[in-house]
């Protein structure tokens, strides 16, 4: 057979093939369009969540402030280097009188050259309560190895500089010093780089399959009623998004419409290639709201602040105009304008005013945050508060009493509702 015969031969068979890959790209583009309704919701307070939040704030701020002086090789700081922790510390008082309110934890005492400088060290309750934290951290490396494995894997370079990473140390559970303690531990997972502007990295040294299931994969492979999630396995059905709507919002035939449409739409996984997704479409929305509640999932918190997600925007593959997402989707995530910051809460993180399943982490934090309430009244004798049963003070569980969230009635419109989240309507 001549060579023009074979090729002659062939069309028929291109053609067919063409034809399939045609049918295949318009029935993804199909479903990448499903016209989800252009619906803005207004904002509604928490006033639960932001309770929590306006808290934690305090709790991390001690928290940071402990690890500083541990890391000081005089075993103290001054009252003069406070200042230069206002900003890190996101605090809305001076570092002096927020230090000064909590004498269970940090001692003051005047230096001993210059006695009109005050100076503070950890009492002895801070420094028990530092060693059970260091005991879990040890307890619980292999999930913080993860964590911080699944956060590189979403990636598109699967590194992060280390300065960037320093503002999740706290809301990823990484201990003090996890740079010279765990990276150099674990060599088949992590590895240390220079980026080309000279920045030294962390980067992930190999793609793990076995940490490629997202949170909200992992909810549906555990449930009771599995069946829901081998009907997704198999291709038939799309994932669906844990649902927590404010008082006002479930009623609305316009808004129940459009999450259904939403619900849906294909679920894609934060740990595939989402670079053939049109950036545009309502795939890539719901692909968005996927990778946010991801990366909320891996806090020990489920929160982080808003602030600390932008830079993250290009590697994570995130529209310019991401955070309208928080706004769009009141249902899933939380928006909270406490501490003159914007924090961003996972709303099924959180049961009746508490963590619904609480890290190890959060529960010796509990602790911390018990001895900071009792202030002075047990300043000689904070140690005593902390007995050896994990998760007990004084035989008393230690657990953030909050009653159930209360939240304002609201109605849909097409603009933001306070001046402080209508970044979320412009360019951020």
């Not at 003069?80 to 890190?88: A, V």
């Not at 919002?249 to 999450?259: I, R």
């Not at 993250?312 to 105009?321: A, D, F, Q, S, T």
Request: include cysteine; aromatic fraction near 8%; charged fraction near 30%.
């Amino acid at each position: 057979m001549s060579l023009t015969s074979a090729a002659l031969s062939f069309l028929p068979n291109l053609g067919s093939a063409l034809a399939r890959e045609i049918g295949k790209l318009h029935l993804h583009q199909q479903l990448q369009w499903r016209g989800l309704v252009k619906v803005r919701l207004k904002w509604v307070k928490n006033r639960g969540l932001d309770h929590i939040i306006d808290r934690e704030t305090d709790l991390k701020a001690a928290s940071l402030l402990k690890d500083a002086i541990k890391r000081s090789p005089t075993g103290f700081i001054t009252a003069r280097s406070l200042s230069e922790w206002q900003k890190h510390l996101g605090l809305t008082v001076p570092v002096l009188r927020f230090i000064r309110r909590y004498p269970t934890l940090f001692h003051e005492f005047p230096h001993s050259r210059y006695a009109s400088l005050p100076c503070f060290r950890l009492t002895d309750t801070a420094l028990l309560l530092d060693t059970q934290e260091e005991s879990i951290h040890q307890a619980q490396e292999i999930h913080t190895v993860e964590r911080l494995s699944r956060l590189l894997m979403m990636f598109k370079s699967k590194a992060i500089p280390f300065r960037s990473l320093l503002h999740w140390k706290w809301d990823l559970g990484l201990p003090d010093s996890f740079a010279t303690t765990i990276v150099p531990k674990y060599p088949d997972h992590f590895r240390i780089l220079k980026s080309q502007t000279g920045l030294s990295c962390l980067s992930l040294a190999q793609w793990r399959d076995e940490y490629a299931l997202s949170a909200l994969q992992k909810s549906n492979e555990n449930a009771e009623l599995s069946d829901a999630y081998r009907q997704f396995k198999r291709g038939k059905t799309a994932l669906a998004f844990p649902m927590s709507f404010p008082r006002g919002y479930g009623a609305q035939n316009k808004v129940k419409a459009w999450m259904e449409d939403c619900q849906k739409l294909p679920y894609i996984s934060p740990y595939e290639d989402s670079s053939q997704i049109d950036p545009n479409s309502d795939l890539m929305e719901k692909r968005v709201v996927g990778v946010l509640h991801e990366l909320l999932s891996l806090t020990i918190h489920k929160k982080t602040k808003r602030n600390y997600l932008r830079p993250l925007r290009e590697e994570l593959n995130l529209p310019h105009r991401f955070t309208r997402i928080f706004t769009r989707y009141p249902g899933i995530f939380y928006l909270s304008l406490k501490c003159k910051t914007t924090t961003v809460a996972l709303k099924e993180g959180y049961r009746r005013g508490k963590l619904a399943d609480p890290h190890p982490l959060a529960r010796i934090r509990d602790k911390y945050s018990h001895v900071m309430r009792t202030g002075v009244l047990y300043r000689a004798t904070g140690v005593n508060l902390i007995p050896e049963k994990e998760g007990q003070i004084n035989g008393e569980e230690v657990a953030i009493e909050e009653s159930d969230p209360e939240e304002e009635g609201v109605e849909t419109s097409d603009e933001c509702y306070e001046e402080d989240i209508s970044e979320d309507c412009e360019d951020d």
